[in-house]
């Protein structure tokens, strides 16, 4: 029997996928939205604590007893979590968990009649993580790149250009606003391998392509940098374990969770990496090609690359792929689905009434457009929340809500430039990807075909195919193949002639946003 299990922890839930190899199919899928299950309990908004001046925080503590939550759910839905050989994971990236010296007693000695967050609450240095949508370490990151001999340097070491919400930045400032609880911390992890920790019952290393979103791996070696380790605060490469092997078991599944869900002793915990990295592999990007288009919290658009392809105008970013032996390319739009949501709150629409405003209103929405900087933007770098309407009227719901997506689209072409890939068609996945006319939108901006698959969650099937092929040691091809095949009838042609009118909204587009922003 072949059953392999992938997670992911993102920003809003924790999500599993259950592949049976024997079938070749996707066996089960479940979430756990964290605002939901915990009402309130963390003070969380859409998974996240707004703690002001750009410091965005989520308590890893959530991301703990989710984990019960999810097996407690799968178990009650009549999941046979004894069949399954081996599990991976995925986790929003960048966010950086603090734990103190009692973690890996706490992890190895885990009583199965206990909840974790009972056993777990004091395992940590800092009780709120900050999450990739943190933009408060600007001075940390100018300081970063000056210590390495500035910002082609830094890009030549990392790959990326210091970026706020990357760990390095992120862990600078906590040990310069509170040293004290910096030097009591004795293991920081990223939130991939926090959960992989646990599982494995005992702290664990972070993956290449992870590693690769802290500003603090060597992209040549994928190995820490010691120059970028002593640059971002002291005993730091004492607070981190090796870069581990993607390929490679961390071990057996802690038994606490044998115990108390039935897993089977024998089941193997593989490496945990980032969301996108994840979902490199879940859309089947194993070999240069294939642009991808992940619509979530913040939409990603991807690429695998053969080699370390860097942005050097700070717009997107390179990671290692968990394959072993390739990149991906990527740019990050934090007004993802929090910009959509936006506008569907302040005209108080449903999704269904969101997708009609869509289908009545014309391509090119009579030349109105927006920029949706509901929150801080990532690219481009947009500081404060701005949201600047041009040729269009803000009490009209409709126009709106196609401004939105329109500029969402273009952003996506527009700031892919550097990546230097012809897109001929993309692959979308991401919860909003069920929504056809979005997908109409990106089609006809991109002028080209929109492909969708069967599930949404791309990070938690890459995971779980990642498992598959460490198991079973086969080419990653033939890995990934039988799942990642787009949903049968499922693509979307642009409409003839519709890439003239975006061509030049395009320019007006750019126009408006160098107006505004630069
Ligand atoms: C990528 C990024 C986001 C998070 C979301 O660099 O910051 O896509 O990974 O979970």
Not at 315 to 328: I, L, Q, R, T, W
Not at 348 to 353: G, K, P, T, V
Not at 451 to 458: A, D, L, Q
């Amino acid at each position: 029997m072949g059953k392999y299990l992938g997670l992911d922890s993102s920003t809003q839930s924790l999500s599993c996928c259950l592949i049976d190899n024997d079938k070749q199919r996707i066996e089960y899928e479940s979430s756990i939205n964290f605002d939901e299950y915990f009402s309130g309990d963390y003070g969380t908004t859409n998974g996240v604590l707004e703690l002001g001046n750009g410091t965005v925080h989520s308590p890893p503590l959530m991301w703990v007893e989710a984990l019960d939550m999810l097996f407690e759910t799968m178990r009650s839905d009549g999941v046979d979590l004894s069949s399954i050989n081996s599990i991976s994971g995925s986790g929003q990236q960048h966010g950086t968990v603090y734990l103190n010296n009692s973690v890996t007693r706490k992890l190895a000695n885990l009583d199965p009649s206990e909840t974790l967050k009972v056993q777990l609450s004091h395992i940590f240095s800092r009780s709120t993580s900050p999450i990739w949508m943190d933009t408060s370490t600007k001075k940390q990151c100018i300081e970063l790149e000056n210590k390495i001999g500035g910002k082609n340097a830094f890009l030549e070491l990392t790959g990326n250009t210091a970026y706020e919400r990357f760990s390095g930045p992120q862990i600078r400032k906590f040990y310069q606003d509170e040293p004290k609880s910096y030097h009591e911390t004795s293991n920081i992890s990223l939130v991939s391998s926090f959960i992989a920790s646990i599982l494995a019952g005992k702290p664990t290393g972070i993956d290449p392509g992870d590693a690769s979103g802290t500003n603090l791996m060597d992209i040549s070696t994928q190995k820490w940098s010691h120059k970028l380790l002593e640059a971002t605060a002291p005993n730091l490469a004492g607070k981190l374990l090796p870069i581990s092997n993607p390929q490679t078991t961390i071990g057996k599944i802690s038994s606490y969770f044998t115990k108390r869900y039935g897993f089977d002793s024998r089941c193997e915990i593989l490496p945990f990496t980032g969301d996108n990295p994840s979902s490199l592999i879940g859309l089947g990007l194993v070999d240069p090609g294939r642009v991808a288009l992940s619509l979530g919290t913040s939409d990603t658009l991807f690429a695998c690359m053969n080699s370390p392809q860097v942005s050097h105008n700070g717009e997107g970013c390179v990671f290692a792929s968990p394959d072993g032996k390739n990149y991906m390319a990527l740019i990050c739009f934090l007004n993802g689905s929090l910009a959509r949501e936006a506008v569907r709150d302040a005209y108080r629409l449903s999704w269904q009434e969101f997708a009609q405003a869509l289908k009545e209103t014309p391509r090119g929405n009579n030349g109105g457009l927006i920029l949706p900087y509901f929150s801080p933007e990532i690219t481009p770098q947009v500081s404060n929340p701005c949201v600047v309407r041009h040729a269009l009227n803000e009490s009209d719901a409709k126009a709106n809500v196609r401004a939105v997506i329109e500029a969402q689209a273009m952003a996506s072409k527009i700031h892919s430039k550097w990546m230097d890939i012809d897109i001929h068609s993309l692959y979308v996945t991401g919860g909003a990807s069920i929504n056809e006319e979005i997908l109409r939108i990106y089609a006809d901006v991109h002028n080209c075909p929109v492909h969708r698959f069967e599930t949404t969650n791309s990070a938690c099937l890459g995971a779980a195919l990642r498992a598959l092929q460490e198991d079973i040691g086969c080419d990653w091809k033939t890995a990934v193949a039988p799942y990642t095949q787009p949903s049968k009838n499922s693509t979307i042609q642009p409409k003839t002639n519709a890439s003239e009118l975006y061509v030049e909204l395009l320019k007006e587009y750019e126009i408006l946003v160098a107006a505004n922003i630069y």
